[in-house]
């Protein structure tokens, strides 16, 4: 869809070590990873001052509502239930970037 400077971690723990590594501007994480969840790793992000502000996509086949909700609590910017299209990524994707800009 566009974005070619990408770094790709296997887990939300890796997730937390590139941080760490490299400078990410933008994170996309699903909920269901070993290790480290995505919503545990979005919370982690939020309450490390360094990092909290950095944008957060969630995608995962988690539909319920309280699940959105809770995701949202943790402070994502936005939520993609699976299965979705390229499309649907780049819009949510251009959504949370314009809303910082």
Same mark, same amino acid.
């Given at each position: 869809?566009? *974005? $070619?400077?990408?770094? $790709?971690? $296997? ?30 790793? /979005?919370? /982690? ?14 995608? /995962? /086949? ?16 936005? *939520?993609?239930?699976?299965?979705f299209t390229p499309t649907v990524?780049? $819009? ?10």
């Amino acid at each position: 869809i566009g *974005y $070619e400077n990408v770094v $790709e971690a $296997e887990d939300g723990q890796d997730a937390l070590s590139k941080l760490q590594a490299h400078t990410i501007d933008f994170i996309i994480t699903d909920w269901n990873m070993p290790n480290l969840n995505g919503l545990d790793l /979005t919370k /982690t992000i939020r309450n490390s001052p360094s990092i909290s502000s950095i944008p957060i996509l969630m995608v /995962t /086949t988690r539909a319920l509502k309280q699940d959105i909700i809770e995701a949202l609590q943790a402070k994502v910017n936005n *939520y993609i239930v699976k299965p979705f299209t390229p499309t649907v990524l780049k $819009e949510k994707i251009d959504l949370i970037l314009q809303s910082i800009s």
